[in-house]
């Protein structure tokens, strides 16, 4: 009987997410336990997601963290790969290091959000809004869509990662390409001297 009744309590504690964390959103509401992209349970465990949080090295990817209030949060080295962060109030955040491939940030504000190092290749910024006043050199690619991106307000100019600094990472055949057709310069020019 005791075997039943702990298997019982373990099971609950499981169906419940008791071990998954929550995260607020920006309308206060808190949603527990975190979610994939797929509606399931994210298996994130780590502190609780809000406004100052501290989730250094997060492993977030594929969290369904639409319109997370994430202010001032530290996020260093997250891997939030394909997470849904659209809606999301970054101000201030601390996105060093981390890992945004394929995010969806769509209408997030990113108000002097930190991005040093930050890898944003293939993440979808439609219609996000104060990338002119974030720091650091983030990373994108042909691939980062732009649409309606602002570097202020919405409406106000259009967002030019060029002119942010930011740094663009060709796709690896792109790369490969372009190396190659270094080598043929290159060995041309032997072959005339």
Do not use: C, K
Not at 22 to 32: A, E, I, P
Not at 111 to 124: K, M, S, V, W, Y
Not at 128 to 141: C, D, F, P, R
């Amino acid at each position: 009987m005791r075997a039943f009744v702990l298997w019982v309590w373990l099971f609950s504690l499981v169906a419940s997410g008791a071990n998954a964390a929550s995260y607020q959103m920006t309308d206060g509401t808190v949603v527990d336990p975190i979610l994939t992209t797929g509606g399931a349970v994210h298996s994130y465990s780590g502190p609780n997601l809000h406004a100052g949080a501290n989730a250094v090295s997060a492993d977030l990817a594929y969290a369904d963290l639409a319109y997370a209030d994430l202010d001032g949060a530290v996020l260093t080295y997250a891997d939030l790969t394909d997470a849904h962060l659209d809606g999301a109030n970054l101000f201030f955040v601390d996105l060093s290091g981390a890992n945004l491939t394929g995010a969806n940030l769509y209408g997030a504000d990113l108000f002097f959000a930190d991005l040093p190092d930050a890898n944003l290749t293939g993440a979808n910024l439609t219609g996000a809004v104060w990338l002119g006043y974030t720091s650091g050199s983030a990373y994108y690619n042909a691939e980062t869509d732009f649409t309606d991106a602002w570097s202020g307000s919405s409406g106000s100019t259009p967002f030019d990662p060029v002119a942010a600094g930011w740094t663009f990472i060709p796709e690896p055949n792109t790369a490969l390409l372009l190396t190659m057709g270094f080598v043929g310069l290159a060995g041309r020019r032997r072959r005339a001297h």
